[in-house]
């Protein structure tokens, strides 16, 4: 691949980000490859993707330096200029991040000569009843130390706006979709339709759908299911639900999952991938489906999510499994897989575990 012009997204309050992207900016001045900063806290205030990608020359190659939420600061501008993006672990978590500081520079040369898979990611959509709005006040309410609130999503051009079907939002989310509880006392009512139809009508704190990607942020501390980033699949959760049926629902790419704010209903906030992005209230409503847009972001090497699961939530072994002996492998390491097996995505292939699609 050329790498025309490459972007670069930093955790400023990071030394070891800082000291990353200056590394970054040798390896561009090296072979001549346009580099540009992209920060969205500069200049008073805090822009949409379009306009960030545009100002940083629109680069093919988005770099992210930090944790899983400078990743998805990362996504948002990759997914709208349908670029490529790298993350660079120096986060506490890591789930979305693909190489360590260490591996950065042997990354971006392994990019530059094409020697990586692309690892496709569905990203969610929305539409609602009418434009979001951040109410005056709010901003400063929410301000803690990390810089201006993002400005509600604009109405994507490209689409038809319409009574019945809503307004479309210039929304990507790679993790989640949320509509939570303003006020600490009263939690948000909401009827929840899945491909039009009514599942149920709650009383919650909040009512989330995530990706798979986004099944191990906000969903998984709420209880819900951990899906496999590569399976297509939306997941509903709902969170502290006041009602006895508080399970998770997950649906097929192509069934929407509705969230209408019933009448007397408290307002309730909508955050994409963790940012407040508007206010609704009573008989307003939103629409969430995966996007025809998809993330691209860079593998270098298998991806073995469930041992970074493993690692990550610190899962042990039930003692009793302990004391009756460590578990050997499921399919031999030394041959290779027979051919009812051979197209299965296993990690213990012996000539070297099969890359994502």
């Not at 590394?23 to 205030?45: F, Q, S, T």
Request: aromatic letters at 6%; a negative charge; one cysteine or more.
């Amino acid at each position: 691949m050329t790498v025309n012009r490459l972007g670069l997204v930093v955790h400023g309050g990071r030394p070891e980000a800082v000291d990353a992207a200056a590394a970054v900016r040798a390896w561009c001045a090296e072979l001549g490859v346009p580099c540009a900063d992209i920060d969205v806290w500069h200049e008073g205030g805090r822009h949409n993707a379009h306009d960030e990608v545009e100002a940083a020359g629109d680069p093919d190659l988005i770099v992210t330096l930090g944790g899983d939420g400078t990743f998805l600061r990362g996504a948002r501008l990759a997914a709208e200029n349908d670029a490529l993006v790298l993350g660079v672990d120096l986060g506490r978590v890591g789930f979305l991040t693909e190489v360590s500081a260490a591996a950065m520079r042997s990354a971006l040369d392994a990019v530059r000569e094409g020697r990586f898979d692309i690892d496709s990611r569905l990203l969610l959509a929305l539409r609602a009843s009418r434009l979001l709005e951040i109410p005056s006040g709010m901003e400063a309410l929410m301000e803690y130390g990390r810089g201006p609130l993002l400005p509600p999503p604009r109405v994507r051009t490209d689409c038809r706006v319409d009574e019945d079907w809503g307004v479309p939002l210039d929304v990507t989310a790679l993790n989640d979709v949320v509509l939570e509880k303003l006020a600490r006392d009263r939690q948000v009512s909401v009827g929840v339709y899945v491909s039009g139809r009514l599942l149920a009508s709650y009383s919650a704190d909040a009512l989330l759908v995530a990706t798979p990607t986004g099944s191990t942020a906000y969903s998984f501390a709420a209880g819900g299911p951990v899906v496999s980033p590569r399976a297509e699949a939306l997941v509903f959760t709902p969170v502290a639900p006041h009602m006895t049926f508080d399970r998770s629902v997950v649906t097929a790419p192509d069934e929407p999952v509705g969230l209408r704010i019933l009448e007397r209903s408290g307002q309730a906030a909508v955050s994409i991938d963790g940012q407040l992005r508007g206010v609704l209230g009573p008989g307003d409503w939103i629409g969430v489906y995966a996007s025809p847009r998809r993330l691209r972001a860079v593998r270098l090497g298998p991806m073995d999510f469930y041992g970074r699961l493993r690692e990550r939530m610190n899962l042990t072994d039930a003692p009793a499994a302990v004391a009756d002996g460590s578990a050997a492998p499921l399919w031999s390491v030394t041959t290779p897989p027979p051919g009812d097996i051979a197209h299965l995505a296993l990690l213990t292939a012996p000539e070297g575990p099969p890359r994502a699609p």
